[in-house]
Nanobody, 120 residues
């Protein structure tokens, strides 16, 4: 299974970006998909997560500014980021995890990351 992020880039404070996470190689819908980020010198942190029923959870730092969504049929995920701040600057990673419905094995897939820089 491969996860590929896209949509990162340079944006001014107050601006918007939309990240996408595409997947290939899976034969089932992922239980959970999430966005994580890692800023320079800091640990990776959860940004937002969405389950296969559309239930979401957000880090306090992004509530009201970011919106996570997914397309179960395509196993794709999006992150709409509005009102961006310099502290949102980080590498953003796509994650998919859960239990394989065919063999019950746990899975935990990661993308390579896409860089978001918020600066004037």
């Amino acid at each position: 299974v491969q996860l590929v992020e896209s949509g990162g880039g340079l944006v001014q404070p107050g601006g918007s970006l939309r990240l996408s996470c595409g997947s290939s190689g899976s034969t089932f819908t992922f239980d959970y998909m999430g966005w994580y980020r890692q800023a320079p010198g800091k640990q990776r942190e959860l940004v937002a997560v969405i389950d296969n029923r559309g239930r979401t959870n957000y880090a306090d730092s992004v509530k009201g500014r970011f919106t996570i969504s997914r397309d179960n049929a395509e196993n794709t995920m999006y992150l709409q980021m509005d009102s961006l701040k310099p502290e949102d600057t980080a590498d953003y990673y796509c994650n998919a995890e859960g239990s394989n419905p065919y063999d019950a094995h746990e899975y935990d897939y990661w993308g390579q990351g896409t860089r978001v820089t918020v600066s004037s």
